[in-house]
């Protein structure tokens, strides 16, 4: 295995015009997705195949990849999106298939403390209101984080964020163009991944958790994605590179995950500075590591 050491740097992303939104904008994620790999976008074009059939996500997230790949050009065939967070599915579903009704109850949201826990302790009465709420809940809250309590009720405190415009709606639209005829799937990846075949690319961003961790956020990943789930991860890599496909990993940059992934193809480490908290936020380096079995980088 070889691994590098890279440096990765802030600033605008220049994506070539293909198929942008309007006026040649780069159509964006529209959720704070922790974890989101916006940043690596600059990058990852090593990473890749210089052609590939299917695309995969089985981590969607915030999309970051997918709407890259696919407003470059990049995506030619089938393409399979799914997660294991029933409500992100569904916004997405809601995004794609009525974007100008969750449009509409987005019109109605304000930035304010007292909104936020209105809204926060609301029940839909609509799908597309549903995803409004998970939209409008992503944008305010504290990091964007989406956590809930045991009984499945979701609990971040407000962000105290200011906007000079709460939500692009014509981002939005183009998201949704982007989507349009391509399933968005609830499964777990090792389901979402079966069909995969000889020449696909798979993207796979799962939550960063390593053994014998107890530290921040990888501590409360862990329950959202244990170690076995990233034994599981290993498992479900091995047997797409044996149908000779394509993958691309994203993990944390640890001592146990390089054991666990490290045979599986080439990784390298990738630096970059990154805000760490939240009112107080400060710039830290941060490593991550990438694992891919493409012969470019």
Not at 31 to 49: H, N, T, V
Not at 115 to 120: G, I, K, P, T
Request: with cysteine; proline share 4%; glycine share 10%.
């Amino acid at each position: 295995m070889q691994v590098e050491f890279e440096m990765g740097s802030g600033g605008s992303l220049a994506i070539p015009p293909t198929s942008e939104g309007p006026g040649g904008a780069v159509v964006k994620p529209f959720l704070r997705w922790a974890g989101g790999k916006s940043w690596l976008l600059r990058e990852i074009d090593r990473f890749l195949p210089a052609e590939f059939q299917d695309y995969y996500e089985p981590f969607l997230g915030g999309a970051a990849v997918f709407l890259y790949l696919k407003q470059t050009g990049k995506i030619r065939g089938r393409v399979v999106l799914s997660d294991i967070n029933e409500e992100l599915v569904d916004c997405y579903t809601q995004v794609r298939d009525n974007v100008e009704d969750v449009i509409a109850h987005l019109r109605s949201c304000r930035n304010t403390r007292d909104f936020y826990y209105e809204m926060r302790a609301r029940v839909p009465k609509t799908e597309s209101e549903r995803a409004a709420r998970f939209i409008y809940l992503n944008r305010t809250s504290f990091n964007g984080v989406f956590r809930v309590n045991l009984n499945g009720v979701y609990n971040v405190p407000y962000g105290f964020k200011e906007y000079q415009e709460l939500f692009d709606y014509e981002n939005l639209r183009e998201v949704a163009r982007l989507l349009t005829g391509f399933p968005i799937l609830c499964k777990d990846f090792q389901q979402s991944v079966d069909g995969v075949g000889a020449g696909d690319l798979v993207f796979l961003d799962p939550p960063y958790t390593v053994a014998h961790d107890n530290n921040g956020f990888i501590k409360y990943n862990q329950k959202l994605f244990a170690w076995h789930d990233q034994e599981r991860l290993a498992t479900a890599i091995r047997g797409i590179a044996e149908k000779g496909a394509h993958y691309v990993l994203t993990n944390a940059a640890d001592a146990s995950v390089e054991r666990l992934f490290g045979k599986t193809g080439r990784a390298i480490e990738l630096k970059r500075y990154s805000l760490i908290g939240g009112k107080k936020a400060k710039r830290e380096i941060k490593g991550e590591y990438v694992f891919f079995n493409a012969d470019r980088a």
